[in-house]
Structure formats: C-alpha cells, structure tokens
C-alpha cells in the first residue's frame, strides 16, 4: 500500500492511502473507525430537471468526504471496500449532513484523517507501508471436489478462491466419470494456484487434504508444469509443503498452521509469531494453569501485580466505537510494554485471531503463578 502524510484544511494529520491488493483493503478496514473522516472521489447519481415533468439522472464525479458511521457488515464485496457515513465537504451536489456510502477499491486513494493516532494505528500503517511484510503463505485445502486456496498474510487471511465439482463414486460403473471429474477438478485448481499464487512473495505454498488428495494434485501439478512449461511451479517445486488435515473445509487451516515444517518456513513472519504464542498460552493452560489467564478482568489484575510476561490481545478490542473504551486497551498495551511484557497484537480477519476472540479477545501468560485469580469472577 502506497502512504504518505497528508493535511486538511483544518490542518489535522492524516495519511493519504492507496490500496494496491486485497490485503490492503483489510488493513484500511481494521484502520478505520467510526468518527474518523475518509476523504475520496465518488459518484453521486444528479437529477437535472428538463422541460415539462421529465427529469433525468446523471453520474456525477466529486471529491467527498464523510464522518464514518459504519462500515457495514459486508464492508468488503468483490475486491470494493464500503464504508458510510455523513458527507462533510459542501459542494452543489451532496447536501451536509446526508448519508453517503464511498467505495474504495484497488489504485484508488483515499484519505483517512483521525482525531487520535494511537499507537496501534501507526504500527499498522508502518507495517502496510512494508512490502514485504505481506502474503507470507499460499495453502491449498482440499478433499475430493473441493479445495480452497488461501492467503496467510502478516495479519489476515484471505480467501482467493473456492473451487467446487461434482465427482462421482470412486468404485463400480462410474469409475471412469470418477476419473475425469478428478482430473477436471484438479485441473480448476491448478488454474486457480496459477493465478492467485506469486512465488516471488509467498515464501512457501503448502497443499493439505485428507487421504490422498494432496499426493494426487500435486502429481498432477508438477506433470502439467512439465508438459505445459510452467516455470514458476517448476522453479519453485521445492517450496511446496504437502501436509494432512482433516478437511478440505476453511476451519483446517489451523491444523496446516501448527504443523512444525511450515512454521519453520515462515517463522519470522508476524503471523507465525502470534499463532506460536497462542499455541504456548493453551499449552500453558493445560500444563500450569496458573501461569494463564483470560479476560479483561483477570489480565487487568494480573497487570497491576507485574506478572504480565506475554499480552495476546485482538484489534476488535481497538475498534470499539466508544473512543474512551478504545483509549483504554491502547492505554494498558502501552503499559504491559512499559512493563518489559510482549504484546501481540491479533486481527480478527485471521485464523488465529478468531480463536483468540472466542476466549474474549485478551489473554495473559504470567511470569509467575496466580493462584488467587480463580477467585475473582469474570
């Protein structure tokens, strides 16, 4: 993503933005929060009035910008970021104050201005600015008629494409539909591999299935490289992982995630080191139960007796419309820091984030025992 430091006319600091991937959306998404003023051009339907009651209407371009209220529960359709809220800029063809909903797409800048840049923000955005920070991981899930290939990035995890075929009953008069339905099925996603995977950003792809699949598709990718010259699979065939999970289904994407091979892959990226501390918080619940804790309670008193060693929290906590709740969790990371505890910081919009939130989003592990914290309620 393209930024650079901008200023309104008011003279408040903002950040002009220009989204050049899918990624960039989702960070623009997690960026934005009700109150901010997103600034960027649009179209607006006019109506011009004519002779007698005819009237028509008209796509007009303008510069606009608006107080988000929302950004709507399908803030991302397509490749098209949605956010609305109530026009601010007075021009001739959008009254002040009425709703308008921008749609921010790929090439196309915006400016986001805040009235508070808390630190949470400007580490996203130093990290949007780093290319090479991004998509760290390509993993293919699938099973017999359906796979998934997906993005594991720095902070989310994106779907770029689900493909789905019929495949008949393996045994019996049907066998040879079975093959050419699998072979049609394979070759779907091969094409689907081809064009959302980029090997000179991926540091490795990794194929996962139940059974056999995983062998099969990639017998049958390295056989069509070969045959069709293929360079970037024949170039890169070496940083293909093949490994198990139970399922073609998105929810296995954490089984490929703690598999040890991969993440000695990708262990320097920052979604490997959140899924690592997330996996030694669990084992340390089982393991010594009272050197972990969850909940915005029980880590608060924790803090306040410096036994903070790892904060794991997620950004939905951040995006709390109320600006004081907000200023609240930005205020306590500040503190665990200050304390020489680690944070990390997880995004709702990745695999190991949402497993963080269904724990209520903010977890500890201790530097020493707490027994006493299973005496105070939630």
Avoid at 10 to 38: N, Q, R
Avoid at 79 to 99: C, F, M, P, Q, W
Wanted: proline share 3%; charged share 25%.
């Amino acid at each position: 993503m393209k930024i650079s430091k901008h200023k309104n006319d008011a003279g408040e600091e903002g950040f002009k933005m220009t989204p050049d991937d899918p990624e960039d959306l989702w960070i623009a998404y997690k960026l934005i929060s009700p109150g901010d003023t997103v600034t960027a051009s649009t179209f607006r339907k006019v109506k011009r009035e004519s002779s007698g009651r005819n009237s028509t209407a008209e796509r007009v371009k303008l510069e606009l910008g608006i107080q988000v209220e929302v950004v709507p529960d399908n803030y991302i359709v397509g490749s098209v970021l949605r956010i609305g809220g109530k026009n601010i800029t007075e021009n001739d063809h959008v009254s002040l104050g009425a709703y308008h909903t921008l749609e921010i797409d790929f090439k196309r800048a915006f400016v986001l201005t805040k009235k508070v840049w808390d630190s949470l923000a400007l580490e996203e955005l130093e990290q949007a600015s780093d290319p090479g920070a991004s998509a760290d991981l390509a993993v293919v899930l699938m099973q017999e008629g359906l796979a998934h290939i997906m993005k594991v990035g720095k902070s989310v995890t994106i779907t770029c494409a689900t493909i789905e075929t019929s495949i008949p009953r393996k045994h019996g008069p049907s066998v040879k539909g079975y093959e050419s339905a699998l072979s049609t099925f394979f070759e779907r996603v091969l094409q689907a591999f081809l064009q959302h995977v980029d090997f000179s950003i991926v540091k490795c792809a990794v194929i996962a299935s139940p059974g056999f699949t995983r062998d099969q598709f990639h017998k049958h990718l390295l056989l069509e490289a070969e045959r069709k010259q293929l360079r970037p699979i024949i170039e890169n065939k070496s940083r293909m992982i093949l490994v198990h999970s139970s399922s073609g289904y998105k929810h296995s994407l954490s089984e490929v995630l703690d598999d040890k091979e991969i993440m000695s892959k990708i262990k320097d990226t920052r979604a490997a080191k959140e899924v690592r501390a997330l996996q030694e918080f669990f084992s340390m619940m089982s393991n010594e139960a009272n050197r972990a804790c969850y909940g915005p309670k029980h880590v608060e008193v924790a803090h306040d007796k410096n036994a903070v060693q790892t904060l794991l929290i997620t950004d939905e906590l951040y995006r709390n419309a109320d600006v004081k709740e907000r200023q609240k969790y930005v205020d306590f990371v500040e503190s665990v820091k200050d304390s020489g505890g680690t944070v990390h910081v997880f995004s709702s919009l990745h695999v190991s984030g949402e497993q963080l939130a269904q724990i209520t989003g903010i977890a500890a592990i201790l530097r020493f025992p707490l027994p006493e914290l299973d005496d105070i309620e939630m």
